[in-house]
Structures are given as structure tokens and as C-alpha cells.
């Protein structure tokens, strides 16, 4: 199993970005995903989820209507896009698969594959 994060960066607070996670090794369409984040000094903290056919998308307060979880199954990738950044959204971003049953949010230790990050940073 492989998970592959990738375009973060540095933006502006307003700003917007999108993340990429390329996965390999398993049937992606049969696993739920999710976003998770951790800033610096903190622990890491879920961001947003999908089910495994995009049935259902899910947010931490603070993220919904500003970012969009997304995935294309043929493409084997996950996507988050990220607008109206601020600067609390700084932190490391990963991927990470779900190893429940059911809708793919619950407590961290049921995601049982994680990439390596890709950092995101808004600051003016």
C-alpha cells in the first residue's frame, strides 16, 4: 500500500490550493478516505472524508463550505481542494485509508495506511 500526497505549498491567507494523494497497492474503490492534518505543536486532527463511491463527503466544522473532498476511482486518487485559506489551516496534511465499517469517520486509529504529507502554510 502507498499513499502519495502532493501539492501543497505557501499561500496567502484568501488563497486556494489543491491536494493531491495518489494511492497503489490496493483496490482504492473499496476503501473510504480521508484528510488529516497536523499543525506544528499539536496533535493531528481529521479534516474530511469520502465514502469509497463518493456516496457521501464529510467535514470538521471548521473546513465545511470552504474545502471539497473529491476522489476519481479510475484515477486511483483522492483530492482535497482548499479555498478561502487561513492561517489556522497551516499544518502537514496526509492521506489516510479507512480500515472501518460504515461511514469513514471515526477516530484515528481506524486509518491504517497514511502517506508521507504534503505541508500546507497561509500566511501573508
Known amino acids: 500500500v502507498q499513499l502519495v500526497e502532493s501539492g501543497g505549498g505557501m499561500v496567502q491567507p484568501g488563497g486556494s490550493l489543491r491536494l493531491s494523494c495518489a494511492a497503489s497497492?490496493?483496490?482504492?474503490?473499496?476503501?473510504?478516505m480521508s484528510w488529516v492534518r497536523q499543525a506544528p505543536g499539536k496533535g493531528p486532527e481529521w479534516v474530511s472524508a469520502?465514502?469509497?463511491?463518493?456516496?457521501?463527503?464529510y467535514y470538521k466544522d471548521s473546513v465545511a463550505g470552504r474545502f471539497t473532498i473529491s476522489r476519481d476511482n479510475a484515477k486511483n486518487t483522492l483530492y482535497l481542494q482548499m479555498n478561502s485559506l487561513k492561517p489556522e489551516d497551516t499544518a502537514l496534511y496526509y492521506c489516510?485509508?479507512?480500515?472501518?465499517?460504515?461511514?469513514?469517520?471515526?477516530?484515528?486509529?481506524?486509518?491504517?495506511?497514511w502517506g508521507q504529507g504534503t505541508q500546507v502554510s497561509v500566511s501573508s
Open positions: 489516510a485509508r479507512f480500515s472501518g465499517v460504515g461511514v469513514p469517520v471515526g477516530s484515528l486509529g481506524e486509518y491504517d495506511y
Open positions: 497497492g490496493f483496490t482504492f474503490s473499496s476503501y473510504g
Open positions: 469520502i465514502n469509497s463511491d463518493s456516496s457521501g463527503t
